[in-house]
């Protein structure tokens, strides 16, 4: 069974760019979520994607979108990037019939 | 708002002692209650509860949820250094399909 997978692991980005952030889904999984985790803090929800479309959003703003592919992988997009963004963004994926959410590794971003 | 409080913030602990992580919660729709260990960067899951009064067990960390209090315990026993990371308590809500977390438990167990 293959685990959560994300790319790239490290990020460097300027204020104003824009970022694509990919996640494959453990086998199985059909759902996946998009969180933000500032350094010290939880991870926070921004966004989670259900059969191709979006399932429910967190308090972020609309420069950040995602995708979701049929074979179930996904992508975060982040445009005019700000220097708050810098943080560890962590996808999970989970089966809708379960509550469980299985994370991969995270992509470290850093705006400067 | 949904809110997830965790305490303490930080626990240093020496290998051997038992130690017990509080996770208070205040949140609409609640469906089920999980335990996240954070040591680098993808958090692993320990226990999902969704019922009160039943503990969940693996091997010396175990949890229960307390519904009508809106609270839950993560217990260690016998702890080892290989246990020092973040615990992370977050609720599932089943308005729009999120994890609330809060801001975690950074345990230290040393020698």
């Known amino acids: 069974e293959t685990g959560v997978t994300q790319s790239p692991t490290h990020l460097i980005k300027t204020r104003g760019q824009q970022v694509t952030l990919r996640c494959s889904s453990q086998s199985g999984h059909n759902t996946v979520s998009w969180y933000q985790q500032a350094l010290g803090q939880g991870p926070q929800f921004i966004f989670q994607y259900y059969r191709e479309e979006e399932n429910g959003r967190g308090n972020f703003p609309p420069r950040f979108s995602g995708l979701q592919f049929p074979n179930y992988s996904s992508e975060l997009n982040v445009n005019a990037l700000e220097l708050d963004d810098s943080a560890l963004y962590l996808c999970?994926?989970?089966?809708?019939?379960?509550?469980?959410?299985?994370f991969g590794p995270g992509t470290r971003l850093t705006v400067t | 708002e949904d809110k997830v409080v965790q305490s303490p913030l930080s626990l240093v602990v020496h290998e051997g002692d038992t130690v017990t992580l509080n996770c208070s919660y205040e949140?609409?729709?609640?469906?089920?209650l999980l335990w996240y260990k954070q040591e680098k960067k993808a958090p692993t899951f320990l226990f999902m509860l969704t019922s009160s009064g039943i503990e969940k067990k693996s091997g010396r960390l175990s949890s229960i949820l307390d519904k009508k209090e809106l609270f839950s315990i993560l217990n260690i026993t016998a702890t080892q250094t290989g246990d020092s990371a973040v615990y992370l308590c977050a609720v599932y809500t089943g308005t729009a399909s999120k994890l609330t977390f809060g801001t975690g438990t950074r345990l230290q167990v040393t020698l």
């Open positions: 999970a994926s989970s089966s809708n019939t379960r509550y469980e959410q299985y």
């Open positions: 949140v609409t729709n609640f469906r089920s």
